[in-house]
C-alpha cells in the first residue's frame, strides 16, 4: 500500500523534532510512524532498496510497542548503516488482543538499503507525551524524537 502524504507531518517542538501520524489500521499506523522518522533522517526517493530485515517487538501497551518498533529500527540504522522505506507488518497482535493475552507482538518486513548521508541525527523515539488514539478515521499518535 502506498501512503498518502496526509499519513504523516513534521510538527513543532520546542527542542527536539516531532511527528503526527495517522493510519486508517494499526499496522498503517506503525508503517507511516516508521516512514516519517526515516522521512526526516534521509531522502527516501533516494534510498536503494537492496536490505531485507525482519524486526520483532513485544510490550504491554500500544505505545509501548511503538516506541520498541521505532528504536529497534534506529538501533539497525545505528548498528548496520541502514535505512528503510518500505514496512510491511506481517502480524500485529495489540496487547489484551486474544490469543496473545496482556504482552503484545509486533512482526514486520523492513526493505531499505545503505544511510551513506543522514540528514538528521535521531537518537531514540520517547514517550514524552505519547498516545496513540482512535477515532473515526483510523489511529493517530504524535511522537516525539530525541536528537
Partial sequence: ???????????????????RVR????????ANAARAMYSLVVDLGALPLTETRTVEVEGVSVE?????????????TEMD???????????????????EGPIGRLLARVEGGPAR?????IKAATYHGLSVRRDTDGYSAEIVFDV
Fill in 117 to 121: 548521508e543522514l540528514r538528521k541525527y
Fill in 1 to 19: 500500500m502506498r501512503p498518502e502524504a496526509s499519513s504523516f507531518e513534521e510538527i513543532e517542538h520546542t527542542a527536539d523534532w516531532a511527528i
Fill in 23 to 30: 493510519g486508517a489500521t494499526l499496522p498503517d499506523l506503525f
Fill in 81 to 99: 548503516h541502514l535505512a528503510f522505506s518500505r514496512f510491511h507488518i506481517e502480524a500485529l497482535d495489540a496487547p489484551g488482543d486474544p490469543p
Fill in 64 to 76: 509501548g510497542m511503538l516506541v520498541k518498533w521505532l528504536n529497534e529500527l534506529l538501533y539497525i
